[in-house]
């Protein structure tokens, strides 16, 4: 399958602008991205601006950030100009870099993201009729080690700050042409599903027009475990699904995890997210193997705890993710034993085709085996959609992340390599 591929980071000139700029004397001042607009108010009062101004203040600049996509104090134009120059010295809006994007055949992005120290993660957007999903990143690399996912193959490095979460949304809205009055990089070479790009986006928020909302649904399924960098995770959502921000419904946003039992009754109460469960087994002896977590947090404590979810009811179910690996979870029996299981929870269940990566011990069910199993899920009165892999030729698909990165590091380490041999090489 043909690809596209846009190197951004290295001097591509329609690339908007991004300010990343460190604080007077190199430090790095504290970011305002991902603060809630209490916590504004605070930053603001820190700067010597009175407690009901700041307040007032808060709500501007929460404004310019979440509603007009502004990337500068300079374009906030209803505060005054030496308040704006204050503020520039004191905080950053620095959002991540973006490395590469990557524009599938069949409209899905991916961004590679450079963070601040220098680390990496992905963020995916998958177009789809009526609805796009973007896919967020909330740590680098993970610790779950799952046998079928290439990102658990990956250690840790640290989890990612609430700015760090809340930027990916910013990138994909820059990049998507989603503020008022901005539209699509033309440098962005489009898919199918994902409209016409006409121009960069000037970054100043002077336009009104809203343009077509691309980023619909918002969920935390991209590198990492949510529920591991719980009070980030938390404070990133909190201001995407602010109502005078980025506005995306919490009824919107799902948040899935490997089964931190211990925070998932804090999940509905504190985050009140849509919940996702990757279960990809119905016995605990290959539970065990493919989601370590569970010799930790068996099936059935987890099954509890999703059985006393805040909220969770059959207008807002629980979705239980199942990977399907060929002869290890997908007999007719697993799918009875599913069945039997998820009896008596609010449920929908989303059947996942195994995406493979290199050398990997598994393989995807064959189609039929997973209809078969599909059939036996939907008899039992579950809508069961096995989801259409999505981004499988830029390795965007589920459990494929990180590793594109590492592969695009090593093939750029290595073109690099060969130019410098050819540098080196006396020249004839
Ligand atoms: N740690 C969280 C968030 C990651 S979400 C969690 O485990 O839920 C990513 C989803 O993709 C999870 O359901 C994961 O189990 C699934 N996944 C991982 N690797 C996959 C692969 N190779 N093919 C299909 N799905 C995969």
């Not at 209803?78 to 524009?103: G, H, W, Y």
Request: net charge positive; with cysteine; hydrophobic share 35%.
């Amino acid at each position: 399958m043909a690809t596209t591929s846009l190197d951004i980071a290295r001097g591509n000139p329609h690339a908007p602008p991004i300010d990343t700029g460190p604080g007077p004397g190199g430090d790095p001042c504290p970011s305002l991205i991902g603060v809630s607009r209490g916590g504004l108010a605070t930053a603001l009062q820190t700067q010597g601006i009175a407690a009901r101004d700041s307040r007032m203040r808060a709500s501007q600049i929460f404004n310019w950030l979440y509603v007009r996509g502004a990337t500068s104090f300079d374009a906030m134009t209803n505060i005054s100009k030496s308040m704006r120059t204050d503020l520039a010295a004191a905080f950053t809006l620095a959002r991540p870099t973006i490395v590469t994007e990557q524009c599938s055949t069949d409209g899905t992005r991916k961004w590679v993201l450079r963070l601040a120290d220098g680390n990496e993660v992905e963020t995916v957007f998958i177009p789809e009729p009526g609805r796009g999903t973007l896919c967020v990143s909330s740590q680098v690399g993970c610790t779950l080690t799952c046998r079928f996912c290439h990102t658990g193959t990956q250690q840790l490095v640290r989890n990612l700050t609430a700015g760090e979460i809340v930027g990916q949304v910013l990138i994909a809205r820059d990049r998507l042409g989603e503020w008022p009055g901005h539209h699509a990089p033309t440098s962005t070479v489009a898919g199918p599903g994902t409209g016409p790009g006409t121009g960069p986006g000037t970054g100043d928020g002077t336009s009104t027009g809203a343009p077509q909302r691309r980023i619909t649904n918002v969920v935390m399924m991209g590198m990492g475990e949510p529920l591991y960098n719980f009070e980030a995770v938390r404070d990133a959502l909190d201001v995407v699904s602010d109502g005078d921000g980025l506005s995306v419904s919490k009824r919107r946003i799902t948040l899935s995890t490997a089964g931190v039992v211990p925070q998932i009754a804090r999940c509905g109460a504190e985050i009140g997210v849509m919940l996702a469960i990757s279960l990809h087994a119905v016995r605990d002896d290959v539970r065990d193997i493919l989601v370590p977590l569970n010799k930790k947090y068996p099936i059935a404590e987890l099954l509890e705890a999703c059985r006393r979810y805040p909220g969770v009811s059959n207008a807002r179910r629980i979705t239980f993710e199942y990977v399907m690996l060929k002869g290890i979870n997908d007999s007719d029996q697993d799918a009875r034993a599913l069945v039997r299981l998820l009896k008596g929870i609010p449920a929908k269940i989303n059947l996942i085709p195994f995406n493979p990566w290199p050398d990997t011990a598994y393989e995807c069910s064959d189609w039929g085996r997973i209809e078969a199993f599909a059939q036996i899920v939907n008899r039992a009165g579950y809508a069961s959609p096995v989801r259409t892999p999505r981004g499988r030729d830029i390795l965007a698909a589920c459990g494929q992340l990180k590793s594109a990165s590492e592969k695009e590091r090593a093939s750029t380490r290595l073109a690099r390599a060969r130019a410098q041999a050819q540098d080196a090489a006396p020249s004839a």
